[in-house]
């Protein structure tokens, strides 16, 4: 029997931590199927227990640092 796990789809604007309502940044899966989400803040702050508890841990946290598309110099 071979076991198929679904791509973890990517977090939205929509997603909000739980811990804040902030924009989530990182989803940590639980072994019961049971998702958690958090902004960048509260998952560095819970990320050694996340670490323990969680199956996977699915961080998009990267995105804060991204430079930003420059806007062409006709609309500066």
Avoid: W
Avoid at 8 to 28: E, F, I, N, P
Avoid at 55 to 75: R, V
């Amino acid at each position: 029997m071979t076991t198929v796990v679904a791509p973890t789809a990517a977090l939205s604007a929509a997603d909000r931590c739980d811990r804040c309502g902030a924009q989530a940044y990182v989803r940590a899966e639980l072994a019961n199927g049971f998702e958690l989400l958090f902004c960048a803040h509260h998952a560095r702050a819970h990320d050694s227990k996340l670490r323990e508890v969680a199956a996977t841990i699915h961080d998009e946290s990267d995105k804060l640092t991204a430079t930003p598309a420059t806007a062409p110099a006709e609309e500066h």
